[in-house]
């Protein structure tokens, strides 16, 4: 595969340059395997390798051809059925495996298919037997221990190191005879250490200020200032948003922005900025909401387990009783787990939802067990409070209000409390006076648009019969003499004669009004007829998701509905804005629709109408039948049981009131089950079942599974003890725990390994999200396990780990090829040291020539980010804004469906919010931005732990040719005469703003002429596409 | 025959290679022990292909986007002809949007066509014209009844976004057949992108240099930024020139300061490509040189046909200008303007179909007219098929269990057929092919054998047919 991989390099960089690409992923190891060096077999780096790649397919945990399994030692070295061994400690000569693939004889020779192994390779495999066939635990998975960093004989050697890293990068550097670089130049350093604590270049300023001072201490105040900087939170949060694959949209066909989706990002910013403890940032993002419930932050953290895709048409469109729901629901979850453990463990326990891992020690219970963790986790927006005093109140109001029910139960003393009961009592004597007041509207005429029949009632309501047909708008006309009305009520009624008695004509005898509209007619003329706006209506009682509110929302799509109640009567109370004035007439005249064209026979069965002029009529008339019924008595012959019943009904009445009245909570798109349901979209209230799947396939559930996680590391338990089997949060508190115990070595290997991969463009294990058998070795264990235990004990702080690591000599040194540091003067000047360098740089490529083991920096393409913001900042338009609602660089109109239009080419290029940084962006999964995707932006559909830094004719012409470039190098242009009017300079200011340095005299002629020519806006975008100005070595 | 580049060794040969030294001593200066590793590039004896001799250069994909109706087109059945209207339980209560309605024969007149017989509806007049050369899959299958998952199936072999598209791994296993224009182009339905917008084309977790490039032909600017915005007067002609003179001086002499990094050589090299397709781009989309002739039989001259008509002229030059996968899409995401036909069949149906029938069988014939079935592939997609049953009075919902693809061109045996549906066209009977084997079939033709083509992702080797695919012989020659 990596072969392949460079193979393609090879080809398309020699052939067509146009599609070269430069894949971080794709590097492998210098892993000299088919060469073995002449130090000792190393089993990871050089003999797993080809267990794994060769062998295990038929010898391996799944399958054991002739009972061989090689995939661990005692199984190994074992006698076989036919009473040979394949691995003989120490003796070659007896171990079969060796004489297998050795073997010429085609019938003999392992591996039957495919190439042989290469005579290094076997030369390897002997080497590692003969020196006994150590086979440790696999290095990810051994507990974390703190090496002892390496000293040295060379006093110049130890002069070098400024760091414990260092120690162990010129150890593996001496090892394969190799020399560090000199250290880079002052200047490039700090264009280096700007862009990857911050994204962003220095100024010239900045620039001055450093090669002016030479105080010992000046790079690492610089170090200081940048990562106090605001800045670096939102470099280092967009790394994270590639880990996590965030985006603002469902990213599949029906591509809804997620409106509420930014508080996660703001999340990281803060995080990161605020040097939250690593244990913390991982525990708030798998359950911050159950385990810091009072802090709103850490609900907005678990914003990363809905980070990922969403599929509407499948999870809330389609028909909830059909298979292809619940794949997606076991896909959702898959992602939500995937997420998870490759970014936190790099491990890839998704490979095992079909089968049991073909290569690392996961079970497909192991992943069921994960799955089970998640079992009631969707993706969907919560209500937050950030104002922490709406929060304590709506936390309290909230509590007291499911007390409510227990209380009445266990007839709480303190609800007959004296001062309660006076108030309980003045506001029912206040509601019944107000409930006296409506008048029965009687329907001089009345028609149903669609074919039902309605026949007046004695009691002034209209009676539905006949034909059902699926909609419905009953239109009623009444005379009133009443001089103004506040307000319009709707009783539905039952009747023997409707489904399940009604009060709707639906089969399970419920009703969606979608509409309630009130007009008048003004001198009775119907025609002329004139809607009156409605404030607001309550009802008795709201089926879930369907409130009354819905009646007046204009959207035919929503409706009011009143199952499961259905069989008793109900009634919604209407408060008009302005009331009605019959003025000089002697009636007014009241033309009222029931708009019922949700569908599906969905209609009121018996409406009756009437109106009030009650200055506050609302709440007296949409109490539930059994409170009216008790108000209806006199205080003083009310039982007990009634006085409770009637204390409970006002205060929760009392608390919902105030809750409605508190600041709007904060929206945030999480995973959880504390969402409002959305169509057919519903929190599921308690875990759902997972069972197992055979071959991950939902028709196929075998056993259930119960929480858990993989049970690779062995100090620790993987499966969960859950005292309450419904509480999902502890699922998740569980697993946070697990995750971030100190004896996790993979989540403590993993962060370390992340921060040196942005760091130095790749990690010291190139694969971030493997570290399976399949992922790469880290090329400096031990320096990785003292990262490790290191970052542990500085209480897991990032921010100590950047400043360790790029205030040292490793970090600091030349990106180039044969900037070779010579151990001292002398030798630099001597006469040898044209042919030492020679002999150097050939030692270099022949040895390392990927710079594995770190003779040199990576140099590495700026990202998109930094690109743009770069641009920005030169320009002097960057906006340092920062927060909020993520910013929409295109215009977004409503497309035919679900999914917006979107259109980036049509922006205007000059709104502000183009000016913000690069991190607030919108980011849209199916349509992103032209210029970032050219430049490899991710556009969150997948896990991004390594992007790919392409080299394309299309990212050429996008950087060439898209409108903010060109407009900001028109920006630029204004800018360097603004500030430098003297023409003979504005070439030297152009270099320092965009390149940081002075021209050559060459480059300013050359770059002078073509300015004095084409202006200087070309000039500016020149630069702005030049290689120096992309990269940063 | 076509003035493009063969393969890439070819082109080896005529330049000399390109890069440094060092480039390359950086690159292969790696081991690796997966000895499944494929070949290091296409193979000129193989006639480019990667790990066999290919029989096919270019593809050419028309997909139709909503679900084709299957029994409304190509798959006849008399015995919903005989039962129509009978109420047949299937053992569902719900299809994906909609309660099951009752066995509904299709609205169109069926009859049979050229030599093979083969019976289309009147629904498709012009395809039934070119039936012969057609290879039938009659009883594909896909795992889902959802528009986004099986349009992600269809074009990349999962049901989830962010995997690479078909176009995507051939440019990544074959590289470009010429250096003027991009390897993988995308022909959207003038009305709009499909379900999953440009989820569809992307190239996942592959370098992005394998990402479709979109054309938008009708668009006022129909690949963005292939040129400066008209409204930066500051850039004429001349200092597109010397601009590009003045960073190709700058970028070498940086280069020289920084000896031996290929990726610096290739971004040198990327801008000198970058012109040569801004010039050949608008000369591709130029159609004035085509026939009156031709124009005619595309159709760009009635309004129902001449938008895909134009997609697909256009498509037949990309095919002879060396593009190697060309993808044109009828119909746009949402309920209408496409082949989801969930409300009206004898309304809906005939004028989608209307729009692309004429287009495509003018392309097929312009092909084999032009000599390019001897190297190109051409595909005839959707995401899945529609149900036996009514979905309201006259409309049909989506159905997974069964629909028709066809192929045509170099390598597939002209008026085959494979697989067939049950009685109704609910679900395969027999010879059942998923995407996959589409896939692996595909990627057999152009010489790669689909499971040696992969990409090491999130800790696993991704393959376009997944874990999945077989090579469908029957209809190949």
């Known amino acids: 595969m990596r072969r392949w991989l460079m193979s393609l390099g090879v080809g398309t960089a020699l052939l067509l340059p146009a599609i070269w690409c430069w894949s971080e992923d794709a590097i492998a190891p210098s892993n000299p395997t088919g060469s073995p060096d002449s130090k000792s077999v190393n089993f990871e780096r050089d003999v797993q390798p080809i267990l794994v790649s060769r062998c295990q397919t038929c010898h391996g945990r799944e399958t054991q051809k002739a009972g061989l399994r090689l995939d661990r030692r005692e199984a190994a070295v074992a006698e076989l059925k036919s009473g040979e061994r394949a691995i003989v400690a120490g003796n070659p000569d007896e171990s079969e495996l060796l004489r297998r693939v050795a073997s010429t004889d085609a019938d003999e020779r392992m591996p039957p298919k495919g190439e042989p192994l290469s005579a290094a390779q076997v030369e390897t495999l002997r080497r590692w037997i003969v020196s006994g066939a150590e086979w440790p635990d696999h290095w990810a998975y051994r507990p974390l221990r703190k090496p002892e960093p390496p000293r040295f004989a060379s006093p110049d050697d130890e002069a070098w190191c400024r760091t414990p890293i260092d120690r162990f990068v010129l150890t593996k550097l001496r090892e394969h005879g190799l020399t560090p670089s000199a250290p880079a130049e002052k200047r490039i350093l700090l264009r280096r250490t700007f862009f990857d604590l911050t994204g962003l270049p220095p100024t010239p300023e900045d620039v001055a200020a450093f090669l002016a001072d030479g105080s010992p201490d000046a790079f690492e105040r610089v170090v200081d200032r940048l990562l106090a900087s605001p800045r670096y939170g939102e470099r280092w949060a967009r790394h994270w948003m590639d880990v996590v694959h965030f985006a603002e949209t469902h990213g599949h066909d029906q591509d809804r922005p997620r409106d509420h989706a930014w508080p996660y990002r703001d999340y990281l910013i803060r995080s990161f900025n605020d040097g939250k403890p690593y244990a913390r940032f991982v525990a708030e993002q798998i359950a911050g909401d159950i385990l810091h419930p009072n802090d709103a932050w850490a609900t907005a953290a678990t914003g990363f387990l809905a980070a990922g895709p969403w599929d509407e048409s499948s999870l809330r469109d389609i028909r909830d009783d059909t298979l292809d729901r619940e794949i997606a629901r076991s896909l959702d979850r898959d992602d939500i787990v995937t997420s998870v453990v490759s970014t936190f463990a790099s491990t890839t326990v998704h490979c095992a939802r079909c089968h049991d891992h073909k290569f690392d020690p996961i079970t497909q219970q192991d992943y069921f067990a994960l799955q089970a963790v998640f079992a009631a986790t969707d993706k969907g927006n919560r209500a937050v409070d950030f104002d922490p005093q709406a929060a304590a109140r709506r936390r309290q109001l909230t509590e007291w209000k499911s007390g409510l029910a227990g209380r009445q139960t266990s007839r709480d003393p303190s609800l007959l409390d004296a001062a309660l009961q006076a108030e309980v009592a003045a506001w029912g004597q206040a509601t019944k006076e107000s409930a006296t007041q409506w008048q029965t509207l009687d329907p001089v005429e009345f028609k149903a648009a669609e074919g039902s029949t309605l026949t007046k009632q004695l009691d002034g309501s209209l009676l539905a019969s006949g034909q059902r047909p699926e909609k ?28 399940m008695k009604g009060p709707g004509r639906q089969d399970n005898g419920n009703l969606h009004l979608n509409e309630f509209v009130v007009k008048q007619a003004p001198g009775g003329d119907v025609a002329a007829a004139k809607p009156v706006a409605i404030e607001s209506a309550s009802a008795d009682f709201n089926q879930e998701a369907w409130t009354i509110a819905h009646a007046i929302d204009g959207n035919a799509g929503t409706a009011w509905g009143v199952f499961p109640k259905v069989g008793q009567p109900h009634r919604a109370v209407f408060r008009l804005k302005e009331p009605i004035r019959r003025g000089d007439e002697a009636h007014a005249t009241l033309v009222i629709e029931l708009q019922q064209t949700h569908g599906r026979g969905h209609l009121i069965g018996r409406p009756k109408l009437s109106i009030t002029s009650a200055s506050n009529p609302a709440e007296s008339d949409t109490l539930p039948t059994a409170i009216v019924d008790i108000l209806k008595l006199a205080p003083a ?66 056993e259930p599974a119960t929480p858990g996680t993989v049970s690779c590391l062995p100090d620790l338990a993987n499966r969960f003890t859950i005292d309450n089997a419904d509480d999902e949060g502890a699922r998740r508190v569980a697993l946070a725990k697990w995750m971030t115990d100190p004896r996790n070595g993979l989540t403590w290997r993993s962060i370390v390994n992340r921060v040196w991969h942005y760091h130095f463009g790749r990690g010291l294990v190139d694969t971030p999200n493997d570290f399976g058998l399949m992922g790469s070795p880290p090329s400096h264990p031990e320096l990785l396990d003292w990262l490790a235990v290191t970052l542990q004990e500085q209480g897991g702080s990032l921010k100590q780990l950047h400043r360790l690591i790029v205030t040292s000599a490793v970090y600091q040194q030349s990106s180039g090829n044969a900037d070779f540091r010579f151990p001292n003067a002398e030798l630099k000047d001597s006469n040898d040291s044209t042919s030492i360098r020679q002999s150097e740089i050939g030692n270099r490529q022949s040895t390392d020539s990927d710079n594995r083991f770190l003779w040199r920096m990576n140099r590495q393409r700026l990202d998109a980010e930094s690109i743009r913001d770069a641009v920005l900042q030169v320009s002097g338009k960057l906006d340092l804004k920062m927060a909020g609602p993520s910013v929409r660089q295109f215009n977004m109109s409503p497309g035919i469906h679900v999914t917006p239009n979107v259109d980036y080419l049509n922006f205007n290029v000059d709104d502000v919010s183009n000016h913000r940084r690069s991190v607030y962006r919108f980011l849209f999964r199916s349509l992103p931005d032209p210029l970032m995707d050219s430049l490899d932006c991710p556009d969150g559909s997948q896990l991004t732990p390594v992007r790919s830094a ?19 190098s028109e920006h630029i242009a204004e800018r360097i005469v603004r500030e430098q009017p003297d023409p003979t300079r ?17 480059e300013a002629d050359a770059v002078g002429a073509y300015v ?20 940063v070595d | 025959m076509l003035n493009t580049i063969d393969t890439r060794r070819d082109f080896l040969g005529q330049t000399g290679g390109g890069l440094g030294g060092l480039a390359l001593a950086w690159l292969v200066g790696q081991e690796d022990v997966r000895a499944d590793a494929p070949a290091l590039a296409p193979r000129t004896d193989f006639n480019g292909g990667l790990h066999h001799p290919a029989k096919v250069k270019r593809v050419v994909q028309l997909f139709m986007n909503g679900g084709v109706s299957q029994m409304d087109t190509f798959d006849y059945k008399p015995e919903l002809i005989k039962r129509h209207g009978e109420k047949v339980d299937f053992g569902i209560t719900a299809a994906a949007t909609s309660t ?302 069964t629909f028709v693809t066809w192929l045509a061109g170099a390598g597939i045996k002209a008026g085959s057929i494979h697989g067939q549906s049950d009685d109704f066209g609910y679900q395969t009977a027999e010879g059942t092919t998923y995407c996959y084997d589409l896939h692996a079939t595909i990627l057999h033709l152009l010489g790669i054998d689909h499971q040696r083509l992969t990409f090491r992702h999130n800790g696993i080797d991704r393959r376009l047919t997944d874990v999945h695919g077989h090579v469908v012989r029957e209809i190949l020659a």
């Open chain 2, 100 to 401: 099951p309605g009752s066995l509904m024969k299709s609205p169109f007149e069926w009859k049979q066509h050229g030599q093979t017989g083969r019976w289309v509806t009147s629904v498709l007049p012009h395809m039934a014209t070119i039936v012969d050369d057609l290879a039938f899959l009659m009883a594909m299958a896909s795992k889902t009844n959802v528009h986004g998952p099986g349009s992600y199936m269809q074009n990349t072999g999962f049901t989830l976004p962010g995997f690479p598209a078909m176009g995507a791994w051939i440019s990544y296993g074959l590289g470009r057949l010429t250096d003027n224009l991009p390897a993988f182009v995308v022909l959207p339905d003038a009305r709009g992108l499909p379900y999953n917008q440009l989820g569809n084309f992307s190239s996942g977790f592959l370098p992005m240099a394998h990402q479709a490039v979109v054309m938008k032909p009708n668009a006022p600017i129909p690949v963005p930024n292939l040129h400066p915005p008209v409204s930066a007067k500051q850039i004429t002609p001349e200092s597109e020139r010397d601009g590009l003179d003045l960073l190709g001086k700058l970028n070498r002499e940086h280069l020289e300061k920084h000896p031996g990094d290929s990726r610096l050589e290739a971004r040198i090299a990327s801008y000198e490509l970058a012109a040569k397709m801004q010039v050949s781009a608008p000369e591709l989309l130029d159609l004035s040189r085509e026939t009156e002739a031709t124009h005619q039989a595309y159709g760009l001259d009635k309004p129902q046909t001449s938008d895909f008509g134009k997609n697909c002229l256009i498509a037949r030059r990309m095919l002879e200008r060396g593009v190697r996968f060309v993808q044109v899409w009828s119909g746009m995401g949402g309920p209408s303007g496409n082949w989801d036909n969930h409300t009206d069949i004898p309304k809906e149906l005939p004028f989608i179909a209307g729009s692309a029938d004429q287009p495509i069988a003018a392309l097929v014939k312009d092909l084999k007219q032009r000599g390019m079935f001897e190297d190109t592939l051409i595909v005839w997609t959707t995401e899945f098929g529609r149900m036996p049953f009514t979905q309201g009075s006259t409309g049909r919902d989506h159905n997974g269990g």
């Open chain 1, 1012 to 1031: 004095a020519l084409h202006g200087l806006a070309n000039g500016c975008r020149v630069l702005l596409n030049s290689n120096e100005f992309v990269f």
């Open chain 1, 637 to 702: 012959d009310r039982t007990e049981a009634q006085r409770i019943e009637l204390t409970v009904f006002y205060l929760g009445q009392k608390w919902d009131r105030e809750l409605a009245s508190l600041p709007k909570p904060q929206l945030v798109y999480s995973g959880s089950n504390q969402f409002q349901p959305d169509g057919g979209f519903k929190p599921s209230p308690k875990p759902r079942p997972i069972h197992v799947l055979k071959r991950g396939d939902v028709r196929n559930p075998l």
């Open chain 1, 950 to 968: 392409s080299v394309t004719a299309l990212q050429a012409l996008a950087l060439l040719n898209d409108k903010l470039i060109v407009r900001q």
């Open chain 1, 472 to 499: 419905d708008t009953y239109t009623i006309v009444a005379r009133t003499e009443l001089p103004n009305i506040t307000a319009v009520r709707l009783e539905v009624l039952t009747d023997d004669s409707l489904p």
């Open chain 1, 986 to 1002: 504005q070439v030297p200011h152009l270099y320092r703003l965009v390149l940081g340095r002075e021209p050559s005299p060459a």
